[in-house]
Structure formats: C-alpha cells, structure tokens
C-alpha cells in the first residue's frame, strides 16, 4: 500500500485550493516567475510542505510553488493516468510499489546524478529502497520508522492489559499473551468481554485491535513476526509460505473467529476506519505508524501512549517504509524542479515536516525536530525507532508490484471477509499477483 492518507479538516481549505493538478504546460506563472507543481496525498504534509515553500521562494522569488493534494484512495488511480496524458505534477511523491515502473519508462529525473552530492544526508534505507538500475530516482521526503501500537490508556488500564508486552503465537496458545489482551479490551453494548462465553459479536461497542487488510500498519508485520515472507528475492509473491499462511490465519480469525477487530465490511474499502473508530475511544489499540501520529495527537480527546510492535514467534519484525518526491523528466521546468527537489533534500527545507510534528523527514539532519516536538506533547516516539525492535521485513518492490496489488487485494478482501479459505485464497492472490508481475 506504501503511505497512508491522512485527513486534516484545518487544512480542508488548502486541499481545495489545490485539488486541481496543473499539469506540465498550463502552471499559471507571474511575469518572471516559474511555478512548480507539487502532488502529494497528505494534508498535514502539505501544511506543512505550505510554510516550507514560503521561504523557499523567499529566497527563490522567481519560483513558486503550488501545492495539489489528491487524497490516498485516488492517487495512483489517477498517477498513470496523468503520467500517460501529459498532465502530471512537476514533482510527485511515489512510493515503493510504483516508482520501478515510471523510472523505467523514463519518467522521472535522475536525482542520483543531479543531487548526488546531497545523497548521504538522506536515510540509507530510502536510498536503498528508491534505487534501481545503480541510480536514485527521487528525493527521499519522509520516512515512517517502524510500525508501534497506539493505545487508549483508560482502556488498557479498566481492562488489566500492558501494551508494551504483548506476543502473539499462531500454534501455541500458551505463548500468546496478544488474543486474550484484546478479547478482554473488546466490549459488546451490554457491557461484557469477548472473553465471556455470552458476548454478542453483532452489538459491539468497542474493539480490542485494528486487524485488516492493511499492508504496511498489519498483514506485513504479522508475516514478518512470524518468520515469512510476502515477496522472494526476484519479486515473485510468496503468499503461500507456510509462515505467511499462518500468520493470515491468525489475522483473519481476529476479525471473523474472535470478533476483537472491525469487520472487513468496514475496513476492506475504508482504510481510515479503524484510525476514525480508535479517535472517537471506540478501539484500545491502534497498530500504526508515524504517518497517524499528527492525527491522533490533534484527533484524540483522551489520554493515549505508545507501544511497541506487537512481537510474534521471531520477535518484532516490522516493515520500514519511505516515500520519494519524484521529479517529471518531461516538464520543460527542469531547472526550477532540481531547485525545488534540492530544497525538499535539504535540511532547512525537510525541517519544517519535522517542527510541525507532522512526518519524519527521510533528511537525517531534519529529524531531531520531530523527536523534539513530540517530546514537547509529552509523546514518547522511541518505540517508531530501534527502542521498537531492529528487525525488519523488506517493504514491497519491483516495477510491477503495484499492478499485482491491483489483481491480488479483491482476493485478500474475500479472506478478510471469511468468504474464501485462507490457504486457498493466499494461493488465488499469488497466482493471480504473479501472473500481473510477467
């Protein structure tokens, strides 16, 4: 899935502004002044991405900048086509799954060669993620650090539950301390727990988890927990590696076996569902990662916390991913745009993410800020860091991967769902994922 969308209603406005992609030839410009488009699907980002550009072009006063935010759900479905039609952004972000495809097709600038001399100031694992063919094709922007868990603390506190120990274990219930934590914080509308033998799973008032068919917050930390793997080395799918079988089989019995996470009905196609339902105190705890953070800490009306990954039979393994502001090889701005993408590398230009708390930036220089702020909250972020665990599972690559998600989610919805087998369905979506990778 790569990043999430995040909704920010006091930026409602400035989404409107821009919610209109200039493409390549028509960027209104003042006399003497080039504009540069710039799409992105982040409304917190762009506020803050909105002081940034002001002193930009401060310093910069024949380049403007023009922001343009399509929401997450819409953004690749609208990305080829726009690339194809000539009407792309002059900068737009991309992630892992769709950044191979547009690099080969000579889409985007090669920012390994033009800002080579800013590249060791990025995280290495952007780097690493967003190169192909022994070259960068984008600025590394921001960074999610590892996947946490958010917790509601008057709910963890009424129903007994430490947050900061929890292990899940597929075969062997005597390990796992997870699924009885969130039966006992998941409540029907007569007040009793999932554990107790008169619970009504069609009346439930609160729920103990978010489990989903959420790659990045989700199904890609449980399969790496659990000692397997989604994609081999080649890019091929491996859903039908034992341990990612049952690392599905546990997720998919959360939702539709023990009734302690939301229905597929309402997370399948909404993927803030489960964010919406922990903000208004109907959930305890909200596996997620810094991308939610300036959400719940501006969302939430209680008092909440951070916890670590919840640890599987191989520990906390999480995914790590970046995003890349990519450049459009075919806007005749090219000077403006390698000014533009220098600013966004650029510690001064990446600190206003970080200062507004509303990403990580992926320039390492910039990300003490964003510690600082949130330390100021009284926020504890350590565990998005190393404090979380140091293992980590490969995030989703290879120039077609988004075309296999494309064929493979209306699959995994149907397992979610409890309508296929999850063996069966796991075998579906690789075949059918695979067959789009050729």
């Known amino acids: 899935m790569g990043m999430r969308a995040l909704v920010a209603a006091a930026v409602a406005a400035l989404a409107l502004a821009a919610c209109s992609p200039a493409g390549p030839d028509d960027a209104p410009s003042a006399e003497g002044v080039t504009t540069v488009t710039v ?109 946490a868990v958010y917790y509601n603390k008057a709910l963890v506190e009424a129903a007994g539950v430490d947050p900061n120990d929890l292990t899940w274990h597929p075969t062997d219930p005597s390990a796992d301390t997870f699924l009885p934590a969130v039966r006992k914080l998941t409540r029907d509308s007569a007040g009793r727990t999932a554990d107790q033998p008169d619970f009504d799973p069609g009346a439930i008032t609160q729920y103990g988890f978010n489990a989903a068919r959420d790659l990045q917050a989700i199904y890609y930390n449980f399969v790496g927990s ?55 105190g109907k959930m305890a705890l909200f596996q997620s990662g810094t991308y939610n953070l300036k959400n719940v800490g501006d969302g939430a009306t209680f008092e909440w916390g951070i916890a670590p990954l919840v640890a599987g039979p191989q520990g906390r393994v999480s995914v790590v991913n970046s995003v890349i502001a990519a450049g459009n090889a075919d806007s005749p701005r090219r000077d403006a745009i390698l000014k533009v993408l220098r600013w966004i590398g650029s510690e001064e230009g990446a600190s206003y993410l970080g200062e507004e708390g509303a990403a990580l930036p992926a320039v390492t220089a910039a990300q003490q800020a964003f510690y600082d702020y949130w330390e100021g909250q009284g926020v504890d972020t350590r565990f998005f860091g190393d404090a979380g665990g140091t293992e980590t599972i490969p995030a989703p690559f290879g120039p077609k991967f988004e075309a296999a998600s494309t064929a493979f989610n209306p699959v995994l919805n149907e397992v979610f769902a409890g309508r296929t087998p999850v ?16």
């Open 423 to 438: 063996a069966e369905g796991l075998a579906q979506a690789q075949e059918v994922g695979n067959a789009a990778l050729r």
């Open 226 to 280: 659990n000692g397997g793997r989604i994609q081999a080395d080649d890019g091929t799918l491996t859903f039908t590696d034992p341990k990612t079988v049952e690392a599905f089989d546990y997720m998919v019995k959360l939702v539709n076996t023990h009734h302690v996470a939301p229905s597929a009905a309402d997370t399948n196609d909404n993927p803030d569902f489960s964010r919406d339902q922990f903000l208004q």
């Open 39 to 147: 799409r992105l699907w982040d409304d917190q980002v762009a506020a803050a991405y909105e002081q940034s550009f002001d002193e930009f072009t401060r310093q910069n006063p024949d380049i403007q900048v023009q922001l343009d935010v399509v929401p997450w759900k819409d953004y690749f479905v609208r990305l080829p086509l726009d690339v194809a039609g000539g009407t792309v952004d002059d900068i737009y972000w991309l992630n892992s799954s769709n950044f191979g495809a547009l690099a080969d097709q000579g889409k985007l600038i090669d920012v390994g060669r033009e800002l080579a001399d800013l590249q060791a100031g990025w995280v290495p694992a952007a780097v690493e993620q967003y190169s192909r063919n022994g070259t960068l094709w984008g600025v590394p922007a921001l960074t999610d650090g590892r996947i």
